[in-house]
């Protein structure tokens, strides 16, 4: 058996209002939006980060689920292992090409640990996905991350069941360069409807101890009637909450779902993740009194207008350098050589004075002693000295510069991201701050991840 021992969540700073994405949009629904510096990757590494410092376990295997990949050829699990400091000797896979593949994810962690394997196993979800300009309205886009340590050892909540039901039919992929979409009748009898027939003959013996059914599926209200037959109470059924709050976020939405449920306090969950198959798994929770993921929701800022919001998604021309992505100095071997103290804020503190360094000193220059540990910096501290200037190529330019003492120690400089309204990220001299990490150049042809600091 298996245990979620930790869990960690990244949903973006801004929403926009599908009122100001089409004048026909539902009233009171938002949806969650990456600002220009963030990616799948920036929202794994932050969901992970949040993850990992709720447990004490090391993972020695990572599992990366995505249907909206930013790199090809090159795997984004062992890319965040990376990022978080984590062993190359880890067992390193990514699950792409399907909106159930964070789903998939855990069920293939389940059985790893199962099979004794591995003992603690790093499940990472992450999409961005942006729908076409004008056509708002017919998908429910949204993008968030969240990342859960599976393990052997005894958590709050056990994954008692985990099963994968496969099925051809697709209602869309993409083939030779084309987008294909099946007959909608089709896909939902032959694909959906077939699925959740085989699965309640499987499981009709379990839902009268069911406390919640997750039924993740653009077909949901469908399988309503095939559940109730079977015996399921109207009252069953998990509310999905999230999409009108921060819009459907692909393969992380059903995860999100069961966090939610495992936050709720609900002892015990049934989710069902259909697209093109479906993922089955029943979940035992003991009581939780976490409530972060439910806090980050209400946390947010508003896209005030249609056109800051293609700016973010990068359409159209920006100011009036009329830039497009192009080639800045940047370098992998530069970037890999400062990861060390640049992302995973690791510093030399000298024995004598307690005085910290990220840049490499061969002698303390307040003690002149050569005597140096190594240290954990914190995330976080207060502005000592900030500028503001115009010439690095931004989509909401000036670019805030900010000199941050870290609390406990330490002196980084890094720019200021979420800027978009001034009003209400602008920062001061004595500000509190927290560090997150983002694109560096935001249109750069290189990926060139880097600390950046946002208003705590």
């Not at 806090?295 to 508003?302: A, C």
């Not at 009329?322 to 970037?335: A, D, L, P, V």
């Not at 209400?424 to 990926?447: A, F, T, Y």
Request: charge should be neutral.
């Amino acid at each position: 058996m298996s245990f979620i021992h930790a869990y960690g969540t990244c949903i973006p700073a801004f929403r926009i209002e599908d009122r100001m994405l089409n004048p026909k949009g539902k009233k009171n629904a938002a949806r969650a939006v990456c600002y220009t510096d963030e990616d799948v990757i920036t929202l794994a590494y932050e969901a992970s980060k949040e993850c990992l410092v709720n447990s004490k376990n090391q993972p020695e295997a990572i599992l990366f689920a995505n249907s909206s990949p930013v790199f090809f050829n090159r795997y984004h699990a062992s890319f965040l292992g990376d990022l978080l400091g984590l062993p190359s000797t880890l067992y390193s896979l990514d699950l792409v090409n399907s909106l159930k593949s964070g789903t998939d994810a855990i069920i293939l962690a389940n059985s790893l640990i199962n099979a004794g394997q591995f003992k603690n196993i790093l499940v990472i979800c992450s999409d961005v996905h942006y729908t076409g300009i004008g056509n708002e309205l017919y998908t429910n886009h949204g993008h968030g991350a969240c990342a859960l340590l599976l393990s052997n050892q005894n958590g709050n909540s056990e994954i008692v069941n985990a099963i994968s039901y496969g099925s051809h039919p697709a209602e869309e992929y993409d083939y030779k360069n084309q987008h294909l979409k099946m007959d909608a009748r089709y896909g939902r009898d032959a694909g959906f409807k077939n699925c959740m027939f085989d699965l309640v003959k499987q499981h009709a013996k379990d839902f009268p101890g069911t406390d919640k059914i997750i039924l993740n599926s653009p077909y949901a209200k469908l399988a309503g009637p095939v559940f109730m037959k079977a015996g399921c109470g109207e009252n069953q059924f998990s509310r999905d909450s999230l999409t009108s709050m921060i819009g459907n976020t692909g393969c992380v939405h059903a995860v999100l779902q069961i966090i939610s449920e495992i936050e709720n306090g609900t002892k015990n969950i049934m989710a069902v993740d259909y697209a093109n198959g479906t993922n089955f798994l029943q979940i035992s929770t003991k009581q939780n009194d976490s409530k972060s993921w439910t806090e980050k929701l209400n946390q947010f800022n508003l896209i005030q207008s249609y056109q800051d919001y293609l700016t973010l998604r990068k359409e159209g021309n920006f100011n009036s350098r009329q830039y497009k992505t192009r080639e800045m100095f940047s370098s992998e071997m530069m970037n890999d050589r400062e990861q060390e103290a640049y992302i995973r804020l690791k510093a030399q503190k000298c024995v004598s004075c307690g005085t910290a360094y990220l840049i490499k000193t061969l002698r303390c220059k307040k003690c002149h002693s050569e005597n140096f540990e190594t240290v954990q910096l914190a995330n976080h501290g207060q502005v000592y000295s900030c500028t503001k200037e115009h010439y690095f190529p931004v989509s909401f330019p000036p670019v805030s510069m900010l000199v941050i003492d870290l609390e406990g120690g330490g002196r980084i400089t890094v720019q200021q991201t979420d800027t978009m309204y001034p009003d209400q990220n602008d920062v001061e001299i004595g500000s509190s701050v927290k560090l997150v990490l983002r694109k560096m150049v935001e249109h750069d042809e290189k990926p060139n991840y880097f600390l950046k600091a946002i208003k705590a």
